[in-house]
């Protein structure tokens, strides 16, 4: 009698579950996932995966397909061939992991042709493939395209010179760490997402212990929005040279007193001596180096020459590059291209121009590439991102708008500390210095 009604309780909330799975999926994805769909999901891995990798020749049969007959070599096709070892499906934010063990001459290429009938097979969004260890490789699924409306994950700490600014296309968040790639290069046409990925960055970073500097030459309208919380905004060329000029005697100082106490970065400095961090951010690259009279070629020489040295200087000694712009090309001279080289994180939107797509990721990886090239306009806010370990892939940043922005950097513009370079001696410098 008991273990009758269990089964009817059993019964009727199975039933409650498959009634409510619409709604759940539509308005509440996540717990939907975690309910219905990866159970369901995981069982389907499981029942398919022998026929699955016998189809895809990805089953290996103990005995090998030929034999001797008299004198006669005779092959056929092995009997009883045995699957990759299949782990136990693991659950993720809307996935799940599967890590396979791969028989003796198999290399990750061989499943990497078989992600698109995986897919099908499980009935998900997509799969990708990850080989972080000899002998293995992950299967990620996904149950629905994360780049479609992208949340924030939630961070239980948040580290200095870290920032979570939306997601990628395997569910991972998107993070920009400035400690493991020092500099970005951030490109893409307007309404691409390019102003909404740097407002994302500036929101992140706005409350931990950084100074922010920014240049735009577009009047300041851009980054005017964070000024708050900028220790300096540089509107006009005049103001930018003067800035870059300053933050390179900075970095100068600040080598002199890693030099004095025999560390190798700011970071190997007693807590004592140890500088904030700074992060400048360069809006509209391309008109730094555009030149209209004779005059400004001196200017644009020592603009140039002053971003390039924070480049090769600043990793060390916690000055960082974010180089923003909606067309940066070769033609702007060989100052862009060796300043380029030293930046290391890259960030492409849909371009306008086929040579910014190139100057953005054709010296890394083709694919990639090629990926950023296919993004069209009704992908507003999606990216191909390379980072250090050379590997690219999709991600789209979060929305964020310009009330948010603009209040972000009101509640933390104490953080923001004085500096004097572009202030007349009538403005008030309110603040600790660096």
Partial sequence: MLAQLLWVVLLALVLVLLSVAPGLRRNYPYVWWCLLGYPTTAVRVRVTWRRLTTNLGLAVAKRPGRALLGDLVVR?????????????????????????RLHPGQVPEHFQSAVEALTHSWRVHAVRLVADERGFVTLSALA????????????????????????????????????????????????????????????????????LFGIDLKGGMELSLFEDRLSALAATRAEAAHLLA????????????????????????????????????????AELYLMATREDKAEVGEISTNLLRLAQLGAALGVHLVIAGQRVGSDLGPGVTAL??????????????????EMALGDLN???????????????????TVDTDGRWTRARSVHVTPDQARRAARKHARLAPAWPGLHTADEPTEGVYL
Avoid: N
């Fill in 76 to 100: 056929g096709d092995p009997l009883k061939p045995v699957p990759p070892r299949l782990g136990a499906p693991k659950l993720r934010r809307g996935g799940l992991d599967v890590r396979v």
């Fill in 144 to 211: 629905w395209d994360p780049l479609l409306s992208p949340v924030m994950p939630y961070q239980l700490k948040q580290r200095v010179l870290r920032a979570v600014v939306g997601l990628l296309e395997d569910g991972r968040a998107w993070v920009i760490d400035f400690r493991r790639a020092p500099h970005w290069l951030i490109v893409g046409a307007t309404r691409s997402g390019k102003s909404t990925l740097i407002a994302s960055l500036v929101k992140e970073l706005a409350p931990q212990r950084v100074a």
């Fill in 246 to 285: 300053e933050l390179v005697a900075e970095t100068e100082a600040r080598m002199q007193l890693c030099r004095s106490v025999g560390a190798r970065s700011i970071w190997d400095l007693p807590v004592k001596l140890r500088k904030l961090p700074v992060v400048v951010i360069v809006d509209e690259v």
């Fill in 340 to 357: 380029r080289a030293q930046l290391a994180g890259r960030v492409c939107h849909r371009v306008s121009d086929p040579g910014t797509a």
């Fill in 366 to 384: 083709k694919d990639a590439l090629e990926a950023a090239q296919r993004i069209t306009l009704a992908e507003q806010g999606v990216a191909i």
